[in-house]
């Protein structure tokens, strides 16, 4: 599985923690880089009254989006079928189709232009803000997190998780 897939997987996954706030729920998400900052806002979108907190160890959200793509952010690539896109990945692509099935190249596009943000295609495929700077990005998500009210909190690493379906209820 390619280390890319790996880190989104371990944050999108085992980094959510699922807590019991009050009588309501609270997502908290552990990193707050492009998976943890869009896993967020998907997350808010879906479900307006969970509350949902970002945790980031460092002191700035989406350090590695600023410098991505030589500071331009290769958002994604002008392939927009799902097994032609997963056949690009050496290793594990195979465990990428179903996940692209569900939210593809295409799906990235729409998304970011949904929230203002328009792609150019170059000539080998790779797509880039029209901008071509990945601060455009790093805006988009930021905007989009605190629109749909995500509240994150930089300076702050997780050092456990705990089951909490063990906790008294
Ligand atoms: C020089 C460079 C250029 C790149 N260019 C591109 C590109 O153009 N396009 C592309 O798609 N990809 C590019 N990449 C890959 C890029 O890193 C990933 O696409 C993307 O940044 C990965 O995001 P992520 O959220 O999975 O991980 P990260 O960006 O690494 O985010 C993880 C976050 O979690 C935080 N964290 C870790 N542990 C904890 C903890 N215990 N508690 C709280 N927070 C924690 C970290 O501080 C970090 O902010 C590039 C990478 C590099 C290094």
């Not at 729920?25 to 896993?39: C, D, E, I």
């Not at 970002?54 to 600023?66: A, C, H, I, N, T």
């Not at 690539?77 to 593809?104: N, S, T, V």
């Not at 929230?115 to 797509?127: A, N, Q, W």
Request: charged share 20%; hydrophobic share 40%; aromatic share 6%.
């Amino acid at each position: 599985m390619p280390e890319q897939w790996r880190n989104r997987q371990r944050l999108f996954g085992t980094c959510l923690l699922r807590s019991r706030l009050m009588s309501s729920q609270h997502v908290v998400v552990a990193g707050g880089g492009a998976a943890g900052l869009f896993a967020a806002i998907a997350c808010a979108e879906a479900a307006p009254e969970t509350a949902i907190t970002v945790l980031e160890k460092g002191p700035q959200f989406l350090s590695k989006v600023r410098i991505s793509g030589g500071g331009r952010c290769n958002v994604t690539h002008a392939c927009f079928d799902a097994r032609e896109f997963a056949a690009h990945y050496p290793r594990g692509g195979q465990a990428l189709i179903g996940p692209l099935e569900r939210f593809q190249a295409s799906d990235t596009v729409a998304w970011f232009e949904s929230h203002g943000v328009r792609l150019k295609t170059e000539s080998d495929g790779r797509m880039f803000p029209v901008t071509d700077s990945s601060q455009t990005i790093v805006d988009c998500l930021l905007r989009a997190a605190e629109a749909a009210g995500v509240k994150l909190t930089q300076n702050c690493g997780l050092e456990s998780v705990t089951n909490s379906n063990a906790l008294p209820r």
